[in-house]
């Protein structure tokens, strides 16, 4: 039955005019009915409305989640044509707030012409997820934006739920939530609640009477009211009684209530954890109910937040000014006493009473006294009397005693007379019956004897079952105290992650305190949001950069001394002085053509540069004024650098000739240095008395600083010579050449120390353009017409750090500390690099996205596809290419190795799997289909080899042979996948709609298929052959029971999922998807561990042998490796990361369960 309130008809109005309204109120008060009423209401007038339970999206997912959920919900009810998911995904450049009111205004609003009201319910769910004051600062963006686009006053919106507007943008730096009109929802007056006495009494009169006692108690609360009439009307039906009397609903109320188990009622549990466990500050929450409880004048404000939270709680209502106790049942449960009971105990006060007390008890003891002492003697004198008297009455009943005394013993030898003879007469009976008796003793006997034994059978397993029930109850113990403690972890892992989010919000934006705290909340409770957050801070962090913008390619870049200034050149004919820690532009120095390059002066009080316009020039960085006349050459001049002692500065032309100049007067110091062709580059030794020049005539000389001689032969190379770099010791030299090599060469001998040759990982796809020593001497900074810039291991060849670019990379320099690399390149920016040598290496980017890829079993080496129709074999932890890559006619789609590492398999396009020697790259066998070959793999024993083909069949092949073993096996469509079973005995295969399971021995196909809604794109095994996962473009991956065929769990993504790989120990499983993630799982819940980004979408995963490490390959056109292990990426973070969380930014809210540590030991 639903009974109407003055709420009902206001809502109606206010919808109906398309204004904003809010039912913000305690739990069951109704909210929800008058919402579902309101929108049938609305139906009638064709009015559409919306009804989101934001209870049914949830709390624990991502802000993209959630803000899909809404739009889920938006196109159900309103049955648009538009696929919001898809619609969302395509938009994901813009955030989420601007899709939101997009979507609201260019789809809801397009395709829905009535008007359209949207319910929000529960919107308490939303309180601390941290992104959801973008959704209510969208609703106030959508209100206040009616008055310039009309079209919006067709969309209202009503929100529902337990809070205060206050609560709904939980920013303190933004503008409260202010818009809209409050609905109030008021307890039931008796005239409104008059339809319930028809049900209460026969007569109208009865039912009118039963109806005035129930508010009585209730006050026409609408839970308490309908709660009570329901067991006033169960207990008439259960007793069948008459009228009902004052008294006898009191003892309804009474058994409903107040009795043992009546604390369990939901509506009395909701109040009691509002006014203690929820509570904002339960003392002042508790002694503020206290004074209302006692009939104190208590003022309602509806700014304080204790008394909203009280109104919130429902115990208490206005009226008139001052707050209520709501009804006599909240006054009966909710004492005083109760309230004091759980607040902690004040001594003072305790004290006080306790000394008042004392001193009544002294002043009744000194006044009754001396009454008492009177009173115990006159109560002793009666005593003495009574005491005679009864001495008397003793004395006459023992002569009484002896004459009874006499008679007794008469009537006793009479009586033993007589029953000597009846003892005579009744012995032979007893004979007679002594043998019967007997025969029943011993059967009685047995009988008890089986019941004992009963007994003590019933006894043991009532004792085994007491032993079970306790150690059950010491495990739901022990359960509950790990689950309390598990919430409160959970509690603290949030607080966290809030802080680390406010810390990234904050106007000084902490990217690295940020990140510790996300390691924080990570190590606390490895929840999905907080590994996410924790990995999307280190993939910034590992590639935290800064942009310095040019008019035009930018061609040199120099970090001054103290590494406070960046100086960077380019075609623009400028070069301009930058602050490296903020990148902010201080100066502009100008020629007229082209700038070249750029040098500090050792001092850091004036820079060099050099120009297409034929001079270099010395400035000011204080002022940005030309220092001197220019240093003229008779062409373009390509390079410039200060002696380590500033006093001269030497530069490089297209007129063949080097020069050292003097910084000082500007004249020439020596002769012209020669080369056959333009010169390119000039370098200082650190001891200023070499100089390196480099050429286009392929060569690298040194010259004598003092007498400008040349110093030995020349250093050849096979191509022009780009760039020349000393070490910091002076021990060696590098140089960077068009032939796509860097070489370092020993100086005391002129001799290559190591050359980095073609087809080796240290080598560029381009011309090396430019090269630097690290301050420390042990890396080596190289940049390239690759789009890259890239750091290198000097002892090992090792490349270390990779740089992807837009475009051409023209120069590099590290700063004086290490830790940054500029990079000038002709995407027209300069770019600061934060570098962390010990980082994992990733592999090189590609100009073709990377298809598909697999680990070998020895961990380091990795084969990868690409679309430039080619497979490579990299050796991971040296970076090196193994040989010429594997090619095919076609682009390739699968790649595989053979368990023992030695062979390779791949499949291709151009209709072939091919067969090749892991060692040298020669092709073994060609394996033919008739359309494009999908997938390839090995059997567990290396003796086959199966593929799955776009000709609707999957075949399988001897690996020593090339032939065929068994096959086809046919499908209905293309075949996209094919897995075996780790015993080697199944085959799996995937096709549009199904996956197939087949016997590897005799080719029959197994069992029923297993069925998908689209085309299933990837398959994989578990380790242990139990479960079989499949990915699909119905956006999921399903894990499958092999022993039952069900379904074990659904792993989502948003889009269509491309690949599918089991970890080594078959805990994880990692996917890749069209919405440029990979994503790891748990196996056992099927919960999200981590989701890994890249720039496009994610087509191969693979994890290492040992299963600490995920390469995922992408369409961006990168290759990277992620931690697996919690503990891998906490050790990645802190060789990012600066320093520790200090103890004054550790958040307060969790030194009970989580004290001040270190999160990085050896962090300072």
Not at 547 to 558: E, F, I, K, S, Y
Not at 638 to 645: G, L, T
Not at 756 to 785: N, Y
Not at 831 to 836: H, N, P, S
């Amino acid at each position: 039955m639903y009974l109407a309130r003055r709420a009902d008809s206001e809502m109606v109005a206010l919808c109906r005019a398309g204004t904003f309204a809010f039912v913000l109120t305690a739990r069951q008060m109704g909210k929800s009915s008058l919402m579902v009423r309101t929108a049938e209401q609305l139906y009638e007038e064709d009015i559409r409305s919306v009804i989101i339970d934001l209870t049914r999206i949830g709390k624990q997912v991502t802000a993209d989640q959630w803000y899909v959920g809404l739009l889920v919900v938006l196109q159900e009810q309103l049955e648009l044509s538009t696929d919001a998911a898809e619609w969302w995904s395509r938009h994901r450049e813009q955030g989420p707030v601007q899709r939101l009111t997009r979507f609201l205004e260019e789809v809801v609003l397009a395709e829905v012409q009535q008007r359209v009201v949207v319910f929000v319910d529960e919107i308490d769910t939303t309180l601390g997820m941290g992104f959801t004051d973008d959704f209510y600062a969208a609703i106030r963006y959508l209100y206040n934006t009616r008055a310039s686009n009309p079209e919006l006053a067709r969309l209202s919106f009503v929100l529902v739920g337990v809070a205060t507007p206050g609560d709904l943008i939980q920013d303190e730096k933004r503008t409260p939530f202010n818009l809209g009109q409050r609905v109030e929802l008021t307890d039931f007056t008796l005239e409104e609640a008059a339809p319930l006495a028809e049900g209460l009494a026969e007569s109208a009169a009865d039912g009118q009477r039963t109806l005035e006692w129930v508010l009585e108690w209730t006050g026409g609360h609408p839970y308490l009211t309908q709660r009570l009439c329901q067991a006033l009307v169960d207990e008439q039906q259960r007793t069948g009684g008459g009228a009902w009397t004052r008294q006898g609903v009191w003892q309804v109320v009474e058994r409903t209530f107040f009795a043992e188990k009546s604390f369990q009622d939901n509506n009395l549990v909701f109040v009691r954890d509002m006014l203690t466990r929820r509570a904002p500050d339960p003392e002042r929450v508790l002694r503020t109910y206290q004074d209302i409880r006692r009939g104190r004048r208590v003022l309602d404000e509806e700014r304080a937040l204790v008394k909203a939270h009280l109104k919130l709680s429902g115990v208490v209502r206005r009226e008139g000014e001052v707050l209520r106790v709501r009804n006599a049942i909240y006054e009966r449960v909710f004492t005083v006493a109760w309230a004091r009971s759980l607040l902690p105990v004040d001594w003072q006060v305790v004290r006080r009473v306790s000394l008042t007390t004392l001193g009544l008890v002294i002043v009744v003891v000194s006044v009754l006294l001396p009454a008492f002492v009177l009173l115990s003697i006159e109560l002793r004198e009666t005593q003495s009397a009574r005491q005679q008297a009864e001495s008397a009455r003793l004395a006459t009943t023992q002569e009484l005693d002896e004459a009874r005394k006499v008679g007794e013993a008469a009537r006793a030898a009479l009586q033993q007379a007589v029953e000597k003879a009846q003892k005579i007469q009744t012995e032979a009976q007893r004979l007679q019956q002594e043998t019967k008796r007997l025969q029943e003793d011993a059967s009685h006997a047995k009988r008890e004897a089986d019941r004992f034994r009963k007994d003590a059978q019933r006894l043991q397993e009532e004792a085994s079952q007491a032993q079970e029930n306790k150690i059950l109850a010491e495990q739901e113990t022990t359960r509950a105290r790990l689950q309390v403690d598990q919430q409160r972890r959970e509690a603290a892992s949030y607080v966290f992650l809030n802080q680390a989010d406010a810390t990234l919000r904050a106007a000084s934006s902490d990217l690295s305190l940020s990140t510790a705290l996300f390691m924080e909340a990570a190590r606390i409770h490895a929840s999905s949001e907080a590994m996410d957050l924790l990995v999307r801070a280190l993939v910034q962090l590992r590639g935290a950069r800064t942009r310095l913008a040019h008019g035009g390619n930018v061609l040199a870049v120099a970090f001054s001394p103290d590494g406070r200034w960046v100086l960077s050149a380019g075609e623009d004919k400028t070069a301009r002085l930058w602050d490296a820690s903020t990148g902010s532009q201080r100066l502009v120095l100008r020629h007229a053509d082209a700038v070249t390059a750029v040098a500090f002066s050792p001092d850091g009080q004036s820079v060099a540069t050099a120009s297409d316009d034929g001079t270099a020039r010395l400035w000011s960085t204080a002022t940005g004024q030309p220092l001197g006349k220019p240093r003229p050459h008779a062409g373009s001049v390509n390079a410039v650098a200060f002696s380590p002692d500033g006093q001269s500065v030497a530069t490089a032309s297209d007129d063949g000739t080097a020069r050292l100049w003097s910084t000082a007067t500007g004249q020439p110091l020596a002769r012209p240095l020669k080369h056959l062709r333009r010169v390119t580059a000039v370098a200082f030794s650190p001891d200023g008395k070499l100089l390196a020049t480099a050429s286009t005539d392929n060569t690298v000389r040194l010259w004598n600083t003092a007498t400008g001689e040349s110093q030995s032969v020349p250093l050849l190379h096979q191509l022009p010579v780009n760039a020349v770099a000393f070490s910091p010791d002076g021990k060696f030299m590098a140089t960077a050449c068009d032939d796509k090599t860097t070489r370092l060469w020993e100086v005391a001998t002129r001799e290559p120390s190591v050359v980095l040759l073609p087809g080796q990982i240290l080598t560029h796809d381009k011309a090396v353009t430019s090269v630097a020593f690290s301050p420390d001497g042990r890396s080596v900074a190289t940049a390239s017409g690759d789009k890259t810039a890239r750091l290198w291991e000097v002892d090992t060849g090792r490349q270390l750090v990779l740089l992807p670019h837009g475009q051409s990379v023209n120069a590099v320099a590290f700063s004086p500390d290490g830790q940054s690399v500029a990079a000038a390149s002709d995407d027209k920016h300069a770019w600061l690099w934060r570098v962390t040598p010990s980082s994992p290496p990733v592999l090189p980017p590609r100009d073709k996205a990377v298809t598909a890829l697999a680990f070998g079993p020895d961990g380091q080496t990795v084969v990868m596809a690409s679309e430039d129709n080619a497979a490579r074999l990299w050796r991971v932890d040296k970076g090196e290419l193994l040989h010429e890559p594997l090619r095919h006619d076609a682009r390739l789609r699968a790649v595989a190795f053979s368990p023992d590492g030695q062979g390779v398999a791949t499949a291709s396009e151009d209709k072939t799997a091919r067969l090749w020697e892991t060692a040298t790259g020669r092709q073994r066998a060609r394996l033919l289909h008739d359309d494009a070959i999908n997938a390839v793999t090995f059997s567990p024993d290396g003796q086959s080899v199966a593929t799955a083909s776009d000709d609707s069949t999957a075949r399988l092949w001897s690996t020593a042979t090339g032939q065929l073993l068994a096959g086809p096996f046919p499908h209905e469509g293309p075949v996209t996948a094919v897995a075996f079973s780790p015993d080697g005995k199944l085959l799996a295969t995937a096709s549009h709609y199904t996956v197939r399971l087949w016997s590897t021995a005799t080719g029959e196909p197994l069992g029923r298929p297993l069925r998908h809604d689209t085309l299933v794109t990837a398959l994989a095994f578990s380790p242990d052959g139990q479960r079989l996962a499949t990915a699909s473009d119905d956006n999921a991956v399903r894990v499958w029971d092999m022993a039952t065929g069900s379904q074990r769990s659904l792993l989502s993504h948003p889009n269509t999922v491309n690949a599918v790989a089991f970890s080594p120990d078959g805990r994880s499983v990692a996917t890749g998807s069209e919405d440029d993630s990979a994503r790891l799982w748990d196996v056992a819940t099927g919960h999200r561990l981590s989701r890994l980004p890249h720039e496009g979408r994610v087509l191969a995963v693979a994890f290492s042998p040992d299963g600490r490490s995920l390469i995922t390959a992408s369409e961006d056109g990168t290759t990277r490796s992620w931690p697996v292990r919690l503990e891998d990426w906490f050790v990645l973070a802190c060789s990012l990361l600066p320093r520790n969380v200090k103890p004054e930014e550790w958040p307060v809210d969790v030194g009970e369960v989580v004290p001040y540590r270190k999160t990085c030991p050896d962090l300072p």
